[in-house]
C-alpha cells in the first residue's frame, strides 16, 4: 500500500541524553569522528545500517537501550564532553579570528549544490561536494560566511542498474523533518516567507531551511509549501531537473530569493550584513540584479549601484567549455525581469549584463557565466591550468587585451581532509604519531613502520571489499525480487589485489570507457596471474543524457562477463556515502579526461588523503601537483590527429603504464609481504602533497586574495555615501563615451642606433585623447621579445608620464580640450639580447580600477 502522505515522527531522548541531539542537530558529525563514536556506540549495527546519519539513527534505536544509556553514567558523562567540545568549536577564536582585519564581516556564498554528507543529499558531483567542503573548511577556520542554497525535494536521483545495464532513475522524496533542518522563523514564531514576484500577477513563495554546519549558517529555499499552486510548488522539486523555464525559475530564486533570505538571516541573527557575495558558478548570477535593486531604492543609478555590487562580488567559473555554461533564452528572461520581479530595474539594463560579447545583444542568448563576470570585480578558476582556460574563453569580455591580462585569477581547489580521511588513518595518527589532525601529520615518522601501515591500508581495502559486495548483493535484490543472490556476488574483489577505482559523473570529456578501448588488452591485466588488478567504477550520467548512459551500458556490459565480473565491478549509485569507502579502499585513483576540460578534479585529491597514488592526465590539479612519489603521469597525445588516434594513444599509455609500472611495484614485496618501494611513496604522498590538497588551504586563499580584496573595495567605493561608486560610474560613461576618439598619434624613439644590453631606449608618445584629462588614460609601452614581426612574447608593461608640457605650445600644457595630442615620455632599459619589439597603447586610468583590462577600452599604436 502507498501512503498518501508521509512525515517524520522525532525521538523522544531521556532528558540526560539531550546532548544527542544537540550534536545530532549540527551538520559538525558529518566530519567530527569522536562525535560518530558516540553515535555509534550505542547501537554499532544500526549505526551503520542508518548510513551513519544521526537524525535517522535517533529515530530507529530501541528506546529501551536508550533508556538503558541515560542510566549510564560513562556514558552520559561522554555524551556532555562532546556537548561541550561542539560549543567550545563553535564559540572559541580560530584561525581567521587571529588575522590583524576587520574585512570581511561576512561572506555570503551562493551554489545551486551542497554536498555535505549523504544524509542531505543536495548535490550531483563535485561542484557540490566542493561547496560542501569550503563551508566545512570555513567552520574550523571561523571565517564569518553564510551559505545559500535551495533545498531539493527529491535531491539530484537514485541511480540503479538493469540487467541489460542501462542506467534507471529514481527520485526518492525527501522529508525536511526527517533531516539536521529547522526553518528559519522570525521571533512571533511565524516562517520567514519570501514572495518573488512573476509575470501574469503569480508570485512565487519560498520558505527558508536552515542547517548548522559547524559555525556555518546554510540557508535552503524551499517553494513546496501551500501558499504557492501546485506549478509553484514544483519549482525546487529536483537539482539540474528540468531545462528552460523550469530553470531559469529555480535561478531566479536562487539568486534574488537568495539575497533576500540573507537580509532576513541577517535581520533576525544579528549576523553582520554581508560585506562580499560569492557566486559558486553563474547559476546564482540574479543575486547581483538583486542587490542592484536594492541600492536603487537607496537612490543611485543603475550605474552606480553596478559599481558598489562589482566591488564586493567574486565569481568563479567551473567548466573549461561554453556548453557547460547556463543560457537562457533572452525573450524568456525579458519575460521575467519586466515583470516587477526586481523594482527600479530597467528590463534592458538587466538583459545588457548577460549579452554574449560579438552576439547581437537583440537575438544573443542570456548567459549565465557572462552576467557573473560583468557583475563581479573578482573572478577565478579553480585551478591553475583552469585559470588560462578561462582567460582565453571568455577574453571576449576584454577585447583588445591578450589573454593573460584577463582578469580572471585561480584558486586551485581543495578538499576537506577530515570529511574525507578514513577513520582507519585517523586511528593510526592518533595512537602512533600522536595527532588528530591526519593531513599535518608526520608520516614518514619512524614511530609508524611501513608494516603497520600496510596492514591498516588493507584493513582499509577490505572495507570496500565489503562494501562492494553488500552494495552489488542489495542491487540484485531489489532488481530480481525473489530470487537469491548468485554466490559469485559474494566473491567479487579481493583484499590483497592491486585495487584501481575510477568514479565520477559521466560526461563524455571524463572518458569512462577509455580503458576498454582494447578489451583484450584489459582482459589480460585483470587476470594476470602473478600481478592481478582490480577496477572499481562508478558514476551518474545525467537522466538526459542517453550518451553517457550508453557509456555505462558499455562498461557494465564488459564488467558482467562471468571471466571478469569478480575483478571489475560497477558500483550503482554513486554518492558520498559510497565515496568514503571508494577512496581509502583503492591503491590508485584513475583519472583519464580529454586535456583540459577536467577544470580541477577533486576525487583524485581525496584518493591521496587516503594513501592512493594517481594515475591521470596531466590535467586540472594533477598538472600542478604531479610527482614521482605521488603517481604516474598519463601522456596526453594532444597532438594526435583525431579523436579516435587520441584516445588510441593515450589508451595504450594506460595500458602500458599500469601493467609495465603500476602493477610491478605494487607486487615487489619484501620478505614480510610488504611493498617497501610503495608504501615509502604512498608515505610521501600524505606528507608532503596531502597538506597542499586541503579545503584550508583553498578557503585561506579565498579569504586572502579575493574575499578581503572585495571587501575593501566594497568598503571604498561605498564610503561617504557611495561617492565612489557616483564617480567611478560617472567616469566610466565619460571615458566609454570617449574612447572611440583616443588614439596613439605618434611615437618616437631615441638612442638605440646600435642597442646593446643596458642601453636605454627613450620614448615620446603624442596621445589624442579626445576631451578626457591626461591622467584619464595610462599610457603604456607593452615590450618583450618579438621573433616574429606579429607577436611580442613575455610581454613587460612601463608607464609613460605625462609631459609638463607640449612642445610648441606651453600655453596649453594643461588644456586637455585643446585637441592637441598630449605628449607621454618614459624610458625602457634593453635588459636582455636577442629580437625585441615594442608598442605604445592607452588605456583608463582610474584609482577605483583593479585591472587594467577591467573596462575593455584600449587604443593601441598603429
Ligand atoms: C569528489 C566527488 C565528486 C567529484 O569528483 P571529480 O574528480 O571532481 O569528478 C563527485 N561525486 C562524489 C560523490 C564525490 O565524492
Redesign the pocket.
Known sequence: MKPIRKFTVRAVVPATLAPLEELAGNLRWSWHEPTRRLFEHIDPELWRSSHRDPVAFLGEVDPARLDELAADAGYVAWAERERAELQEYLSQPRWFQTLATEAPRTIAYFSPEFGITAALPQYS??LG?LAGDHLKAASDLGVPLVGVGLFYKAGYFAQAIGDDGWQQERYPVLDPDGLPLSVLRRPDGAPVQLALALPEDRVLHARVWKASVGRIPLLLLDTDIPANTDELRSVTDRLYGGGGEHRLLQELLLGIGGARAVRAWTELSGCPVPDVFHMNEGHAGFLGLERISTYIAEGLTFAEALQVVRAGTVFTTHTPVPAGIDRFDRELVERYLSSSLLPGVDPADALALGAEPGADPETSAFNMAVMGLRLAQHANGVSKLHGEVSRRMFGDLWPGFDAAEVPITSITNGVHAPTWTDPALLGLAESRLGTGDTEHADWLSGALSDGEFWSVKRGMRLQLVEDARRRLAEAWAVQHPGSPVPTWISRVLDPDTLTVGFA??VPTYKRLTLMLHDPKRLTAILTNAERPVQLVIAGKSHPADDEGKRLIQQLVQFAQQPELRERIVFLPD???GM?EMLYPGCDVWLNNPLRPLEAC????M?AAMNGALNLSILDGWWAEYAGDDYGWVIPSADAAGDATERDALEAAALYDLLEHRVATRYYERDGDGVPREWVRRVRQTLATLAPELGADRMVKQYVEELYRPAAEHAAAVLADNARGARELAAWSAKVRQAWPGVQVVHVESGGVEEPHVGDELHLRAYVGLDGLAPDDVSVEVAYGRSHDGDTIDGVRHAVLTPAVSNPGSPENAGDATSGEPRLYTGTVVLDRAGAFGYTVRAVPRHPLLLSTAELGLVAVAG
Open positions: 558531483g563535485g561536494i565520477r559523473r554513486y554518492d558520498m565515496a578534479g577533486t576525487s583524485g581525496k
